[in-house]
């Protein structure tokens, strides 16, 4: 996977990390707040599911390692 999708991966999982956080917070939040984080999550969401997509891609054309589960398997 090239570097620029493992970097958009890693901000995809902290925006969405972020996002749940203040969704889940115990304390009383202002709406503004709760819909930002509801927007992070969504977002983060995307980027990390854009940034698996290509690995997939490689995958299914062969690009990475070959065999069954261990490896050695045809």
Same mark, same amino acid.
């Given at each position: &996977?090239?570097? /620029? /999708?493992? =970097?958009?991966?890693?901000?995809?999982?902290? &925006? @969405? !990390? *972020?996002?749940?956080?203040?969704l889940?917070? $115990? *304390?009383?939040l202002?709406?503004?707040? =709760?819909?930002?984080g509801g927007?992070? =999550?969504t @977002?983060?969401g995307?980027?990390? @599911?854009?940034? #698996? /997509?290509?690995?997939i891609? %490689?995958? @299914?054309?062969? #690009?990475?390692?070959?065999?069954g589960? %261990? !490896?050695n398997? $045809?």
């Amino acid at each position: &996977m090239p570097k /620029f /999708f493992k =970097v958009l991966r890693n901000i995809g999982l902290i &925006m @969405a !990390g *972020v996002g749940t956080v203040l969704l889940t917070a $115990p *304390v009383s939040l202002p709406a503004a707040v =709760v819909t930002i984080g509801g927007y992070l =999550v969504t @977002a983060g969401g995307v980027a990390t @599911a854009v940034s #698996q /997509f290509t690995n997939i891609g %490689d995958d @299914a054309i062969g #690009q990475k390692g070959e065999g069954g589960i %261990d !490896g050695n398997s $045809p």
